[in-house]
């Protein structure tokens, strides 16, 4: 199993959002492409990206960013989310070298762009699904929608996605542990691959996750915990290797 750092860009600094709010930030880095050294020098197979600014402007604001990490670290996949509402902003991630795009708030705003995606990229698109209480939520977080999770995750296992994304946004960045029975929930409903996020903190996580791999849970996206230091990313990924040889 993958532990994915993530690597959160707002105003060209690595910063740590609390349940998606904008004012709630902690910038741990000036230099995110120094940070994405870091990662990849503690094991890092995969890099979690998001233009937090995008996101919420509905456009690419951090491209430049992106490209410069993309460049410093050309064997490591990278996954990038926020602000991708448009078939040439794929493009221009995919030429600069970002492995895979995340489609978030368009892909239950707008459900056939996904379709279309996977049809002009295939194997390059994720979609991330942002729920509450089994709900999707969009636009930063800022709305709930009335989708269920599970249905909507089906509904794009059909498109032809990589991989779906989960975040239980009442636990991101709130340290208070990742919730697996709804990840497992999700897993066991569909065939694609799914990715956690939110809420790990600990070793204790890492063991939790992996103990339900078999699932289908391929990764953990970690972020506040690796900044703040409550789990040491090179420990963790050595764990989730003996885990799940």
């Given at each position: 199993m993958l532990l994915i750092p993530a690597i959160d860009l707002k105003d060209g600094k690595c910063v740590r959002l609390r349940q998606g709010r904008m004012e709630d930030e902690t910038i741990f880095s000036d230099d995110p492409?120094?940070?994405?050294?870091?990662?990849?020098?503690?094991?890092?197979?995969?890099?979690?990206?998001?233009?937090?600014?995008?996101?919420?402007?509905?456009?690419?604001?951090?491209?430049?960013?992106?490209?410069?990490?993309?460049?410093?670290?050309?064997?490591?996949p990278v996954q990038i989310g926020g602000g991708i509402r448009d078939e040439d902003t794929v493009q221009t991630y995919l030429d600069a070298g970002v492995q895979y795009v995340i489609i978030g708030t368009k892909a239950v705003n707008v459900p056939h762009f996904v379709n279309d995606l996977c049809l002009e990229f295939p194997g390059h698109i994720i979609v991330g699904l942002d729920a509450k209480d089994g709900k999707v939520a969009i636009d930063g977080w800022s709305k709930l929608s009335k989708h269920d999770v599970v249905d909507m995750a089906k509904h794009f296992e059909n498109d032809?996605?990589?991989?779906?994304?989960?975040?239980?946004?009442?636990?991101?960045?709130?340290?208070?542990?990742?919730?697996?029975?709804?990840?497992?929930k999700l897993a066991q409903?569909?065939?694609?691959?799914?990715?956690?996020?939110?809420?790990?903190?600990?070793?204790?996580?890492?063991?939790?996750?992996?103990?339900?791999?078999?699932?289908?849970?391929?990764?953990?996206?970690?972020?506040?915990?690796?900044y703040e230091g409550t789990l040491d990313f090179a420990a963790g990924q050595k764990l989730a290797d003996e885990l799940t040889e």
């Open positions: 492409v120094a940070m994405a050294d870091r990662w990849v020098e503690a094991g890092a197979r995969r890099l979690h990206i998001v233009d937090l600014n995008g996101a919420f402007e509905g456009k690419p604001v951090n491209a430049d960013v992106v490209n410069a990490i993309t460049r410093a670290h050309p064997e490591v032809g996605v990589a991989a779906i994304v989960y975040t239980d946004i009442g636990r991101d960045g709130m340290m208070s542990g990742v919730n697996i029975e709804s990840t497992i409903a569909i065939t694609i691959p799914v990715i956690a996020s939110g809420g790990i903190t600990n070793l204790d996580d890492i063991r939790g996750l992996c103990a339900v791999a078999d699932a289908g849970i391929m990764g953990a996206i970690t972020g506040r915990a690796i």
